[in-house]
C-alpha cells in the first residue's frame, strides 16, 4: 500500500533478506520531504487521501491501499503552494474516493476556516498562487453533494469537468457490487450537473459481464449510457480478482459474452461521445498547452476546461505552459482540432 511508500527501501531489503513481506496493513501517512517524480511540468497530481473505506465486491484496493487516510489541509496546500513556485499551471486533487476527504479530520481548522469535507477543502486551496486550473477524481455517487457542484460552479480555477463512476445502470447489480446508490440516484447527480453547469463535461467508469448480469440487466446499463451522454467513459468486462467476494461466485459470465457486451457499450460510448464533442464545434476555447502532438511535430497538444484533448498547429517552444485561446475546427469523438484564435 502506498501509505508504506516511505518504508520502501526498508521492505525491499527484508525481501532481499529472504523475507515474504506484506506491507497492507494500516498505518498513519508520514509526511515526505521528498517529491513524486511528476511526468509534466505544467500539470501535476496531488494526493488528498489515501486509501479506501468501501468495500465493492469487485474491488481489491482496500486490501492493498489501506483504510482512508485523509492529508490535512495544510499539507495539500503547502505542496500546491510549491508547485505554483514551480510554474506548474494545472493540479488534479486525487483521491480513490475523494468525496470521504475529511471524514478521519474530525475538528480540522484552516486558516480560521472549519473543515469538514472535500467541498471544504476546495475553498481553502483554490486562492493558492500560480496554480490556475484545478481539477480532482474520483467522485463516488454516495457521497457527491449538491454543495461541491454549488462550489464548482462558484470557485473560476475549478474546471467544469465530473468524473462519477457509475459501474452499472441496473440495480440489482449495483447492491450485488455494494456500491450504495441506486440508478436513480446516478441520474439525479448528472441531472443536478446539467441544472446548475449545463455545459460541465461528465466522464464516467463502467463494468459489463459482473457475476449474474443478464442481457436485461446489461441493457438497463445501456439505456443509462444513451440517455446521459457521457463526454468519455472508462469501460471495462468484469475480471476476477483474488481475495474480492465476486471473484468466487458461482455465477461467472463466460469471456464471449463479456467480450461481446463490451464491444457492445465501446460502441454506443463512441457514439454519445461524437454527439456531445459536436457542441465544441466553431467555439473558441482555452487550451494550456502541455505538449506537442506525437504524431505531428508541427502540431501542439493540450486539454479545454472541459478535459478535452485539443490539437492545433504551433511551436512548443513557444506555447508550452501558456494558455491559448483556439477556435475548434473538427471535432472526433474524444478530441478536437482547431486554430489559433
Not at 509526511?31 to 488528498?48: G, L, M, Q
Not at 482512508?68 to 510549491?82: C, D, L, V, Y
Not at 441520474?187 to 443478464?214: C, H, K, W, Y
Not at 465476486?246 to 454519445?272: C, F, G, M, P, Y
Request: with cysteine; aromatic share 8%.
Amino acid at each position: 500500500g502506498p501509505q508504506h511508500a516511505n518504508r520502501l527501501g526498508d521492505l525491499l531489503q527484508q525481501v532481499f533478506d529472504g523475507s515474504q513481506v506484506v506491507a497492507t496493513e494500516p498505518i498513519h501517512i508520514m509526511e515526505d520531504i521528498t517529491k513524486p517524480r511528476r511526468d509534466s511540468n505544467i500539470t501535476a497530481w496531488v494526493n488528498v487521501i489515501y486509501g479506501c473505506n468501501e468495500r465493492c465486491t469487485y474491488c481489491v484496493v482496500p486490501g492493498v491501499r489501506g483504510v482512508e487516510q485523509s492529508r490535512t489541509p495544510a499539507a495539500i496546500r503547502a505542496e500546491m503552494a510549491q508547485l505554483g513556485q514551480q510554474g506548474y499551471q494545472e493540479i488534479t486533487l486525487l483521491g480513490q474516493n475523494i468525496d470521504a476527504y475529511g471524514r478521519d479530520l474530525p475538528g480540522v481548522t484552516a486558516s480560521g476556516r472549519h473543515l469538514h469535507n472535500f467541498t471544504d477543502l476546495l475553498y481553502y486551496v483554490h486562492d493558492v498562487a500560480g496554480i490556475e486550473r484545478l481539477r480532482f477524481a474520483t467522485s463516488h455517487p454516495r457521497y457527491f453533494t449538491e454543495r461541491l457542484i454549488k462550489a464548482c460552479q462558484e470557485l473560476p480555477k475549478v474546471c467544469e469537468h465530473f468524473h462519477i463512476p457509475f459501474q452499472s445502470g441496473d440495480n440489482d447489480i449495483l447492491k450485488a457490487m455494494k456500491r450504495g446508490y441506486t440508478q436513480e440516484k446516478y441520474r439525479q447527480i448528472i441531472a443536478n450537473i446539467r441544472d446548475l453547469m449545463p455545459d460541465a463535461a461528465i466522464s464516467a467508469d463502467a463494468i459489463v459481464g459482473f457475476p449474474g448480469e443478464t442481457e436485461a440487466q446489461f441493457e438497463n446499463t445501456l439505456k443509462l449510457v444513451d440517455e446521459i451522454g457521457f463526454d468519455q467513459l472508462n469501460t471495462a468486462a468484469y475480471s476476477p480478482r483474488p481475495g474480492t467476494p465476486a471473484a468466487i461466485w458461482d455465477n461467472q459470465l463466460s469471456e464471449q459474452v463479456k467480450s461481446d457486451r463490451l464491444q457492445r457499450l465501446n460502441h454506443l460510448v463512441a457514439t454519445k461521445a461524437a454527439e456531445r464533442s459536436q457542441r465544441y464545434l466553431g467555439r473558441i476555447e482555452e487550451i494550456l498547452v502541455e505538449d506537442v502532438n506525437p504524431k505531428d511535430a508541427g502540431q501542439v497538444m493540450g486539454r479545454t476546461r472541459g478535459n478535452r484533448l485539443t490539437f492545433f498547429t504551433g511551436d512548443i517552444e513557444e506555447l508550452r505552459g501558456k494558455f491559448v485561446k483556439v477556435k475548434i475546427t473538427e471535432v472526433r469523438p474524444f478530441s478536437l482540432t482547431g486554430v489559433i484564435f
